[in-house]
């Protein structure tokens, strides 16, 4: 599945003299499994522009291409494009409806009109690949559940439906460090499965560990859109765009400084150790 995104604004219509521009003329085209960081400071647009994935608010101009279809053509059939994306929002609750976990993440199985027995084996895949006991639960309510698992519930009832695409907005949210690892091996696997990542989030440090190529979007506008090494090789953009340099890279600044290594390009606490051990 390819996106393009072709010249694509977007106002808050308050009705009002100064109506918000939360998107400025953006351009970009994702193709299949590609793994892309969208990041930004809050309130730079981010939400603004997921929402624009599957036509759940409409350009106030220019236009969004699924596969070179235009997506607000009347005869666009939007239900079957928001299987294929799908969208983990901010706030998991938003996302969770059923009294039970189970039939939370068979719920879009359900409504492809699997027989029983395939729902089943799906929903027991889905929480394998997410790290949820089924036995412990199934049974219980997806509200009384921590951060980390409802994050991971919400995730289960999207990888249900088998899309081709995630987008994750603010992944990172609430959860602790061994939340986030899990996520983040979670994302990987899903990766290695050929599916295209979207990470969106003012977490770089999270961020920059996944997704080789980065997009920073400030007051509505990219102003970078390339490999996050050209991202580090100034700091400039990140100034601003009011992001601090991720913390491993500032630790391999220091450490380079002190002449202990020579690379100073390092992404994760992973590769730090590499250049530690040759
Ligand atoms: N429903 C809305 N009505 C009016 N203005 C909004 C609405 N949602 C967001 N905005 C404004 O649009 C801008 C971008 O917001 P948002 O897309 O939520 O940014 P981010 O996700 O990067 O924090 C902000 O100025 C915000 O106040
Ligand atoms: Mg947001």
Do not use: W
Request: net charge negative; hydrophobic share 40%; charged share 30%.
């Amino acid at each position: 599945m390819k996106v393009r995104f072709v010249n694509v604004s977007h106002y808050y219509q308050n009705y009002l003299p100064d109506a918000t521009v939360a998107l400025n003329d953006i351009n970009f085209e994702i193709r299949q499994n590609e793994c892309i960081g969208i990041i930004g400071p809050s309130g730079s647009g981010k939400t603004t522009l997921v929402q624009h994935f599957t036509g759940l608010l409409q350009p106030s101009e220019g236009k969004v291409f699924i596969d070179d279809d235009d997506i607000s053509k009347v005869d666009y059939d939007i239900n079957s494009l928001r299987r294929k994306i799908g969208v983990i929002f901010q706030f998991p609750e938003s996302q969770l409806f059923e009294e039970t976990v189970y039939e939370d993440v068979s719920f879009g199985p359900k409504n492809f009109g699997l027989d029983e027995d395939e729902i089943d084996t799906r929903v027991r895949e889905t929480f394998q690949l997410v790290d949820l006991n089924f036995e412990k639960m199934k049974s219980r309510s997806p509200f009384k559940l921590s951060e980390g698992e409802k994050r991971r519930v919400a995730l289960a009832g999207i990888i249900s439906m088998n899309p081709e695409m995630f987008i994750l907005d603010e992944p990172t949210a609430c959860l602790d460090a061994s939340g986030i690892r899990r996520i983040e091996k979670l994302l990987l696997n899903l990766y290695q499965l050929g599916k295209t990542i979207i990470l969106v989030s003012h977490n770089l440090d999270f961020v920059i560990k996944l997704c080789r190529r980065i997009i920073v979007i400030e007051r509505g506008k990219i102003i970078f859109d390339g490999p996050r090494r050209e991202l580090f090789k100034n700091n400039s953009i990140l100034e601003k765009a009011g992001l601090e340099l991720p913390r491993i890279m500032r630790y391999a600044r220091k450490l380079k400084e002190l002449e202990y290594i020579e690379e100073d390009k390092v992404y994760s606490i992973g590769e730090l150790k590499k250049l530690f051990s040759v």
